[in-house]
């Protein structure tokens, strides 16, 4: 009952601000929220998730409110937004009880579970053929001398279907709950627009293409910065992945491959990226003002963030290692951090770039029509 009640308490908060931006409409041209709102005369709770998702939490609408705190409206957006967009992850996840692992994300839940999958497959691996072979020099780079190709396929290629289920399934309901129909989804040149927007991540160049007031009241490129290094970082090494396996199912060919291989510059242009776009980020969220955060999220962002840095850096450190004798351990290391990033993908911070897609979408779909 209680968790119903802060709920409510969220959704009416959010209707309040929404109500009196869209009496106000100074920030209109701040970001696509606000056109969204104006479209509307009465927001149901629906359209409150939907305008959560489409907000890029940039914070420039609550620096430049004649209502935010401390005035007696209490008009604070970004904040708003970001506690109910939190709670649209745990209504859209699938299956629904396991909505409640959101609330224990947090990076010391994270780094857990990535040291537990790690352990395990220590433990698989010494009971397979001893563990001398993770510390010598014998396998001549070759991961599967470790670990059979058969066996990594079959356990990260369950756990892959799984979690892509499980945001298709997310995303459904998403759509479902806006009250769009499935047909509306076929619209190419929406898709284009939002496409473009997502990949460009246009939303955060902020007002007057001078970047985001982010982590402050001051604008900067670097948010949107970090954040193109971290999504085309991890662009590239699932393009990498994508590359080694259609080399070793299509073509027979084996890994270890060359360094100059396509699997390998992907890998390492991808590593490079997953090292550089979360270090910024989690620096720019530790130092952000909390004004124009949800505190509960931190430990959420805090742990996507991190099991994307290990990602990418033991992803490199295993490349440079892979002819020495400490290429065993890394490479159990590097899939136990693989894995964990995997496991939580559903059910954290990973949801709110395909939800903020399909948010981006409509917004797109709904200009259309309105221009129409």
């Not at 209490?74 to 609330?103: C, H, I, M, T």
């Not at 955060?204 to 985001?212: I, K, N, Y």
């Not at 805090?302 to 290692?321: D, E, Q």
Request: glycine fraction near 10%; proline fraction near 4%.
């Amino acid at each position: 009952m209680q968790k119903i009640e802060i709920y409510d308490a969220l959704v009416d908060e959010a209707r309040n601000n929404m109500t009196i931006c869209n009496a106000c409409r100074y920030c209109e041209g701040f970001c696509p929220v606000f056109p969204a709102m104006e479209r509307r005369q009465t927001f149901s709770e629906e359209d409150l998730k939907y305008l959560a998702n489409l907000c890029h939490n940039c914070g420039e609408c609550y620096y430049a409110c004649q209502y935010a705190p401390p005035h007696e409206f209490s008009v604070n957006v970004p904040q708003s937004l970001a506690k109910l967009r939190a709670e649209s992850y745990r209504q859209y996840a699938w299956p629904g009880p396991l909505a409640r692992l959101f609330d224990r994300n947090g990076l010391i839940g994270a780094l857990a579970l990535a040291f537990g999958v790690t352990l395990l497959l220590f433990i698989a691996i010494a009971l397979n053929g001893g563990a001398a072979p993770l510390v010598g020099g014998q396998h001549g780079g070759d991961f599967y001398a470790l670990l059979p190709h058969n066996v990594m396929a079959v356990t990260f290629g369950s756990v892959a279907l799984f979690v892509l289920l499980a945001l298709v399934m997310g995303m459904a309901r998403f759509w479902r709950e806006s009250g769009e129909p499935f047909a509306a989804l076929g619209d190419r040149q929406s898709w284009k627009e939002a496409l473009q927007e997502t990949f460009t991540m246009k939303h955060l160049h902020g007002h007057g293409e001078v970047g985001c007031t982010y982590p402050d009241a001051y604008h900067s490129h670097w948010r949107r910065r970090f954040h193109h290094f971290t999504f085309y970082g991890f662009m590239l090494a699932f393009a990498a992945t994508l590359t080694g396996t259609f080399y070793h199912y299509v073509f027979g060919w084996a890994a270890p491959y060359d360094f100059l291989s396509l699997p390998k510059l992907l890998g390492t242009l991808g590593g490079i990226g997953l090292m550089i776009g979360p270090a910024g980020l989690l620096y720019l969220k530790l130092v952000r003002d909390r004004n124009t955060a949800d505190a509960r999220q931190m430990g959420m962002d805090v742990a996507f963030i991190v099991l994307l840095w290990l990602t990418g850096t033991t992803g490199l450190a295993l490349m440079l290692l892979r002819e020495t004798s400490a290429m065993g351990v890394m490479l159990v290391v590097h899939l136990g951090c693989v894995m964990a990033l995997f496991l939580t993908m559903p059910y954290g911070k990973f949801v709110h770039g395909f939800y903020r897609l399909l948010a981006v979408y409509r917004n797109a779909l709904e200009r259309r029509r309105h221009g129409a």
